[in-house]
C-alpha cells in the first residue's frame, strides 16, 4: 500500500511540473505575442492572463480531469470537515445523537425484520427450496397450525422426481426429555421429520451422523434422534462422546446418532429444536395420537427442493394431473369418509400449491410480518424526521459560514466543490450517529425481543449486531448524510456570488428553505403521533374489554402424563389424582381441568351439525373445548340459561369419551338460533352427513375470549372424558396466586414427582402474553412519536428564534411607531401557525396512504379516527405554538431603542 502511495504521489508531482510548464509556455508565447503588437510588459500581461482565465484557475480545471483527484479531493475536504466539527462540539453532538436515535431504532427493527422476515435457511441453495400445500377440502383431520399435509402423501411426493431433487416432511412439537435415566424430564421444541429432511436440506453434522432414509422406515423401530447444535452445548456441555448415549423423550430411550451443525437451528425462525426424532417413531414421540399412516391425518408441512431450472410455477401447474388421478384414487380407498355431493366435488377440485420457501416455515413469521412492518414504516419516518432535523441545523450552520463561502467562491472555487465541502461535513455527522447507533441498536433490540414471551421466538432470535445489520446501518448513514447535506449544498450552490458578497442571503431563501423542512418534520411528526395514538386506543380496548372472566387470583398450568410415559388409563388417573390434591389445597377456592388452552392462540375448531327444526351445517369453524365440571364457576364466567356440566354427563375422566351434552356460548346461541332457545337441541362433531346429532345443548355460558382478546366467536363445550393425552388446570386461589404458585407444585408432587409442570402462570400473565403484539406497537410507536415531537419542537424553535433575530430591527421599528407587544408577537406566531397548518394539510394525505398498513392492527378504531386525528393535531400545535412563542415574547419584550441600534 505505502509502495502505491508513493508511486501515486511521484506521478502527481511528475504531472504537476509538467502542467505547470505548459502552462507558463503559452502564457509567456501570449505575452511576447501582445508585446510585438505594441503593449507595454504590464498590459501585456494583464491581458494574457484575463484570455487564459488566470493559470491558477486553467490549473484547477485540468486537475478536475486527473485520475483520482476526486479522490484526494474527498480526503481533503473530509480532513477539513472533521476539523471544522471539532471546532463545534456542542452543534456536533446534537446533530450526531439527533441522527444516533434515528439509525439505531432502524436498525435495530432492520435486525429482527431480517432475522424473522428476510434471511435465508443457512442450508444449501436454499432459494431452491419450495412449500407444497393442500390448497381445497382435504376432508381431513388438521393438528397444527396451518399448510398442513399427510405423512402418506409427503411419500407419494417423494416420488415425483421429475420436478424435485427431493422432498420432505416435519411437524413441530414438543416432548418431555431427560438426557439420562433418573433424571426430571423437561418440557423441550422438537421436529418430528422424515428421513430425507436432512439430505434434501443439505445440513452437514457436527459431531456422528444425521438422520437418513434407513432411519425412518418401520413404525417404532428405529428409536434414533439428532441433537441441535444449540441443545448439545447446554444440556450436555458439548461433551465429544454424546455420539452413542441414551436420552429419554416421553420417558422413551433412544439413542443420539449425532449433532447437527451449528450455524442450522431449524427451518422455523421461531423455534429451535432442541433434536430431531424420525417420523417412524411418531408413536413414541406423540404419544395417544398415533395417525402417521392415515391419509387423512395432516399434521406436517411438507416442502422439497427444485431441480436446477425448474420454477415453482412450472412445478406446480407439472404436479396437477397426478394430483388430481391421486385425488380421484383416493375417493375409492377403503375408509375414504361419506360426504355430499357437493363436499366429494369440492375435494376432487383440490389443487397443490407450490410457493418459494427459502426462509423456510414459521408461525412466528406469519404472526409479527405486519407488525414488524409497521413498526419499521415508523422507524424509517423518525429517521427522515431526524435528517429534516439536522439538514435544518446544517443551513444555520451554512449561514454562520457565509464568510468562508464568500472567500472560497471569489478565489475561483466551483459549486460542485463547495458542494462537496458541505457534503463531507453531513456525511461525517452521519456516520458518527450510524456509529453511535450501532450501539444503541442491540439495546432497542432487546427491548423489542422482551414482547416476545420465550416460547413465542425471543430464544431464537437474537439482538447482537451481525455483518448484514452493520451493511444496512452504513448505507442508511451514507444515504442519510447525504440527504442532510442536499439542503445547505443546494442552498451554497443556488445563491448568486453577487449575494453572497452582499451578505443578503441569510434572512430571505435560507429562511425559507428551513422553514419548508420544519413543515416536512411537523407532517411526519403528525403521522407518528397519530399512528401512536390507534395503537395507544387499541391496547387500551383490548385491555378494558378483558378476557371475559375474572383473571384476579386464578392460575394455569398444563400436565400431561402421557408424555411422561403413561398409559391412556393411568394418565386419567393421574390427572383426576392431581385434580384432587389441588382442591384440597386450602389456598384453593376451586380447581378444573379442560382440554383447551385459552389465550394462547391455538385452538380445536371443526363444522357442526345441528338439529333443530331442520338439518343444516354450521356456516363456519366452531371453536370446542372438552371442559370438567365446575370450569365455568372457576373462570367465574355466567350460565345464563340450562345448566352447567355435572358427573352424569359424562362420567368424569371416563375411559368411553363419548360426549352426551353440550355448553354452548351466547355468539353460537344467536348464529344459529336466533331468538329461540337452544336448550334442547342437538348436535353433532362434523359437517358430513353421516354425522350423528345426539349430543344435547344443556346451557348457555357468557360469551368469553378463547383464542385471543380480539376474536368474538362461537363456542361449544363438552364435558372433559379424560382420554386427552394433556390437560389446562384453572386453579382459583385465594389470596395471591404467586403465593399458591409452590403448594400447587407440591400438591401435583405428591401424585408423582416425575411429572413436568409446564407453562405454569398467572392467568394476568397469560392475558398480557396474549397483548406482547399490541403492547408492542403502543409502546414503541408512543415512543417514536415522543421523540418526534421533540425534534420537530427543536427545528421549529430554531427556525424562529433565527427569524426573530433576522427581524429585530423590523419588531423595533413597528413598536416605535405605536404597534403594541401583542401585535410583534403575533407577528412571529403567525409564521409559526402557517407552518402547522401546513404541515397539517401535507399529514393528512400521508395518513390516508398509509391506512391500509396499519388497520389489521387496530382493534375498536378506525385508521382515520377523526377525535384521534383532531387530538393528535391539537397537541403538535399545543407544543409547537408553545416553542415558538419564547423566541417571540423574547423579541416583543426588547426595548425599541435597542432593537434600531440592533446589528
Known amino acids: 500500500m505505502r509502495k502505491i502511495l508513493n508511486l501515486l504521489r511521484g506521478r502527481r508531482a511528475r504531472l504537476e511540473n509538467e502542467l505547470d510548464r505548459e502552462l507558463r509556455y503559452h502564457f509567456d508565447r501570449r505575452v511576447d505575442d501582445l508585446r510585438a503588437e505594441g503593449r507595454s510588459d504590464d498590459e501585456a500581461r494583464k491581458q494574457a492572463a484575463i484570455e487564459m482565465g488566470g493559470i491558477e484557475q486553467v490549473e484547477e480545471d485540468v486537475r478536475e480531469t486527473w485520475t483520482w483527484r476526486w479522490l484526494e479531493d474527498a480526503a481533503r475536504d473530509a480532513r477539513y470537515a472533521a476539523r471544522s466539527l471539532a471546532r463545534s462540539p456542542g452543534f456536533t453532538a446534537t446533530a450526531v445523537a439527533s441522527l444516533a436515535i434515528g439509525i439505531g431504532a432502524s436498525s435495530a427493527l432492520f435486525s429482527l425484520l431480517d432475522q424473522v422476515l428476510l434471511r435465508l435457511l443457512p442450508v444449501k441453495q436454499p432459494e431452491r427450496l419450495v412449500l407444497i400445500d393442500w390448497k381445497g377440502n382435504s376432508l381431513s383431520d388438521n393438528r397444527g397450525s396451518y399448510n398442513l399435509m399427510s405423512y402418506p402423501i409427503c411419500r407419494d411426493l417423494q416420488k415425483q422426481d421429475r420436478f424435485f431433487e427431493g422432498v420432505f416432511c416435519r ?8 438426557t439420562a435415566a433418573g433424571e426430571r424430564p423437561e418440557p423441550v421444541a422438537a421436529e418430528i421429520v422424515s428421513g430425507s429432511y436432512f439430505p434434501v436440506l443439505g445440513v452437514v ?5 444425521l438422520l437418513q432414509e434407513e432411519d425412518d422406515g418401520e413404525p417404532g423401530a428405529h428409536p434414533v434422534v439428532v441433537l441441535s447444535h444449540a441443545y448439545w452445548l447446554e444440556a450436555f456441555g458439548g461433551a465429544p462422546d454424546v455420539v452413542g448415549r441414551k436420552v429419554l423423550v416421553n420417558n422413551f430411550a433412544m439413542t443420539v446418532l449425532g449433532v447437527a451443525g451449528a450455524r442450522f437451528r431449524g427451518i422455523d425462525v421461531g423455534e429451535v429444536p432442541a433434536l430431531w426424532i424420525p417420523a417412524a417413531m411418531k408413536r413414541q414421540a406423540t404419544p395417544g395420537w398415533d395417525q402417521l399412516l392415515e391419509r387423512r391425518a395432516q399434521w406436517m408441512q411438507v416442502l422439497g427442493r427444485l431441480r436446477p431450472g425448474v420454477a415453482a410455477a412450472e412445478a406446480q401447474a407439472g404436479l396437477q394431473p397426478w394430483f388430481k388421478s391421486m385425488l380421484d384414487e383416493d375417493t ?8 355430499t355431493a357437493e363436499q366429494r366435488a369440492a375435494f376432487l377440485a383440490s389443487t397443490l400449491a407450490v410457493t418459494p420457501a427459502p426462509q423456510g416455515h414459521s408461525p412466528l413469521r406469519r404472526r409479527m410480518d405486519e407488525p414488524l412492518q409497521v413498526l419499521m414504516a415508523g422507524t424509517l419516518l423518525l429517521l427522515l424526521l431526524a435528517s429534516l432535523n439536522v439538514a435544518s441545523l446544517f443551513l444555520a450552520r451554512g449561514a454562520a459560514r457565509g464568510r468562508e463561502i464568500r472567500t472560497r467562491l471569489a478565489l475561483g472555487a466551483s459549486r460542485r466543490r463547495i458542494t462537496s465541502l458541505m457534503l463531507a461535513d453531513s456525511l461525517w455527522i452521519a456516520l458518527l450517529g450510524g456509529a453511535l447507533g450501532l450501539v444503541v441498536a442491540p439495546l432497542v433490540s432487546r427491548a423489542l425481543l422482551s414482547f416476545l414471551p420465550t416460547d413465542a421466538g425471543a430464544m431464537a432470535l437474537s439482538s447482537r449486531v451481525d455483518a448484514r445489520v452493520f451493511a444496512f446501518a452504513f448505507v442508511v448513514s451514507v444515504l442519510t448524510g447525504v440527504l442532510c447535506g442536499l ?3 443546494w442552498r451554497a450552490a443556488r445563491v448568486p456570488l453577487i449575494d453572497w458578497l452582499r451578505e443578503r442571503t441569510g434572512a430571505t431563501g435560507g429562511v425559507r428553505l428551513r422553514k419548508t423542512l420544519v413543515v416536512g418534520q411537523l407532517a411526519f411528526t403528525l403521522v407518528l403521533l397519530v399512528g401512536a395514538g390507534l395503537f395507544v386506543q387499541t391496547l387500551r380496548r ?9 383473571t384476579s387470583g386464578m392460575v394455569t398450568f398444563d400436565l400431561n402424563p402421557v408424555r411422561a410415559g403413561y398409559e391412556a388409563a393411568d394418565a386419567s388417573r393421574a390427572i383426576r389424582s392431581a385434580l384432587a390434591e389441588i382442591r384440597s389445597l386450602p389456598e384453593v377456592e376451586s380447581a378444573s381441568v379442560a382440554g383447551l388452552n385459552l389465550l394462547s392462540g391455538g385452538s380445536w375448531n371443526n363444522p357442526m351439525t345441528i338439529q333443530a ?43 368411553d369419551g363419548g360426549a352426551r351434552a353440550a355448553v354452548v356460548n351466547e355468539s353460537f346461541a344467536r348464529r344459529y338460533f336466533g331468538s329461540a332457545s337452544p336448550l334442547g337441541q342437538r348436535i353433532g362433531f362434523g359437517d358430513r352427513p353421516d354425522v350423528k346429532t345426539d349430543i344435547e345443548i344443556v346451557g348457555v355460558v357468557r360469551d368469553f375470549a378463547y383464542r385471543n382478546l380480539r376474536e368474538q366467536s362461537e363456542q361449544a363445550f363438552f364435558p372433559f372424558a379424560g382420554d386427552s393425552p394433556g390437560v389446562m388446570f384453572y386453579v382459583r386461589v385465594r389470596g395471591t396466586p404467586a403465593a399458591a404458585l409452590t403448594s400447587i407444585r407440591t400438591a401435583v ?16 400473565e397469560a392475558v398480557d402474553r396474549s397483548l406482547n403484539t399490541e403492547r408492542m406497537l403502543a409502546t414503541l410507536s408512543g415512543g417514536f412519536a415522543g421523540v418526534a415531537l421533540l425534534l420537530s419542537v427543536v ?15 423590523e419588531i423595533g421599528i413597528r413598536m416605535a411607531l405605536g404597534a403594541t407587544r401583542r401585535s410583534a408577537v403575533w407577528l412571529v406566531v403567525a409564521d409559526a401557525v402557517a407552518m402547522i397548518a401546513a404541515g397539517t394539510a401535507i399529514a393528512l394525505p400521508c395518513l390516508w396512504a398509509v391506512r391500509r398498513l396499519v388497520e389489521a392492527q387496530l382493534f375498536g378504531v378506525q385508521a382515520l379516527d377523526a377525535p384521534t386525528i383532531a387530538a393528535a393535531s391539537f397537541v403538535l400545535a399545543l407544543v409547537a405554538l408553545a416553542a415558538a412563542m419564547l423566541p417571540a415574547w423574547r423579541a416583543a419584550s426588547v426595548s425599541p431603542t435597542e432593537a434600531l441600534r440592533f446589528d
Open 171 to 178: 411437524s413441530a412439537q414438543t416432548v418431555n426429555l431427560a
Open 205 to 209: 453434522p457436527a459431531r456422528g451422523r
Open 332 to 339: 375409492r380407498r377403503e375408509g375414504f369418509p361419506q360426504v
Open 487 to 489: 439542503a445547505p449544498a
Open 542 to 550: 383490548l385491555v378494558l374489554q378483558g378476557p371475559g372472566f375474572s
Open 613 to 655: 327444526d331442520r338439518r343444516f351445517v354450521t356456516g363456519r369453524m366452531v371453536l370446542m373445548g372438552a371442559v370438567s365440571p365446575g370450569f365455568f364457576r372457576t373462570l367465574g364466567t355466567a350460565v345464563i340459561a340450562g345448566r352447567d356440566f355435572d358427573e352424569h354427563d359424562a362420567g368424569p375422566f371416563s375411559e
Open 749 to 764: 408432587g405428591r401424585v408423582d414427582p416425575t411429572l413436568p409442570l409446564s407453562s405454569l402462570r398467572t392467568m394476568d
Open 795 to 809: 427545528g421549529l424553535y430554531g427556525v424562529m428564534a433565527f427569524v426573530v433575530t433576522s427581524r429585530t430591527q
